[in-house]
């Protein structure tokens, strides 16, 4: 089986104001709150440097150790599953999750923290499509959010799904020697935040099996301040002309971003490469994105049809 913003310029700096990792509504500017979440950002930072001490300081991860040789024009990409395996078990729950860490490459998913600091696996910013609720993970805590049904949307059969915890998630990842995951941290994180989901990371034993992902530079700024060797990609709709500025400041692996993207700038990808960075494509379903993309050489693709693609590669790129 295959084991498959606009432009931004170099010169950006950190936010030095860090938001509440939780879906909510924008409030007024408040000095007094800013001050308090610098100083707990600045305790973060301390927190961290002690884990290394503990832990050994770890050998950064590069794109070649993250995904394997980096791809050329027409070599098949690695397949990633997009919240799981969506076409055989309802996103982001342990039967999803479980299927594509068995099958596939790579798996990705979604965390967000619940209102008592919880990392839960969960993608919308409201509870609605899935379990009927129009409350926010946010708006809950971990206890209340396990009552939830996230399985019944989908059919019968996955009746009483619990909403996983990423220790969970985790959990099963490392009992898989040969699985690796993809972290989506939605929306904007502290370094606090960052470090709970950095302390479970170490705490199984997953660094390198490990990628986390954001689109949000203030969230990317806090990975690279309290864990720096933690690999990391930066997930952004639109590549910018020439990315190695940005990759570099941010020490990314790699991007994931849009095949409409890629194909408008090929010669980005042809950047990145040579910069030693990676570039994944999301969410991709249909064989002529497959092969739009592949004949570009991008390294993953992340699609919800990762079974109809492992037997697209097998016809296209046979041995693989």
């Known amino acids: 089986m295959t084991r498959a913003f606009g432009a931004i310029g170099p010169t950006i700096a950190p936010p030095d104001v860090h938001r509440d990792a939780r879906p909510r509504r924008r409030v007024a500017f408040d000095p007094p709150r800013r001050i308090v979440r610098v100083l707990a950002g600045a305790v973060g930072v301390a927190a ?69 600091g919880v990392p839960m696996l969960f993608h919308d910013t409201d509870l609605e499509r899935i379990t009927g609720d129009p409350r926010s993970v946010g708006d809950l805590d971990a206890e209340q959010l396990d009552r939830l049904d996230v399985g019944a949307w989908y059919g019968p059969d996955f009746e009483g799904e619990r909403m996983p915890t990423l220790e969970r998630f985790l959990e099963a990842l490392a009992e898989r020697p040969d699985a690796r995951a993809l972290v989506e941290l939605k929306a904007d994180w502290t370094n606090d935040e960052v470090l709970t989901v950095v302390g479970l990371i170490e705490r199984f034993g997953l660094r390198g099996r490990v990628v986390l992902e954001s689109f949000s530079l203030e969230t990317l700024f806090a990975v690279q301040r309290v864990s720096p060797t933690t690999p990391r990609i930066m997930l952004i709709r639109e590549l910018p002309a020439d990315p190695v500025p940005l990759a570099e400041r941010l020490g990314l692996v790699g991007f994931g971003t849009t095949a409409k993207s890629v194909t408008a700038q090929p010669q980005a990808l042809e950047a990145l490469h040579e910069a030693g960075v990676a570039v ?39 041995g693989t």
């Open 48 to 116: 961290v440097s002690t884990l290394i001490f503990v832990l050994g300081t770890p050998t950064s991860a590069t794109a070649i150790d993250v995904f394997g040789a980096l791809r050329g024009p027409g070599e098949p990409a690695l397949i990633i599953g997009h919240r799981g395996d969506r076409a055989e078990a309802p996103e982001n729950t342990m039967p999803s999750l479980e299927l594509a860490m068995d099958r596939l490459a790579y798996v990705e998913t979604d965390v967000q923290l619940s209102r008592d």
């Open 280 to 318: 994944l494509c999301y969410t991709l379903n249909t064989e002529d994105r497959w092969e739009e993309v592949g004949a570009l050489g991008v390294d993953g693709i992340i699609t919800d049809e990762p079974s109809e693609l492992d037997e697209w590669l097998a016809v296209t790129a046979p």
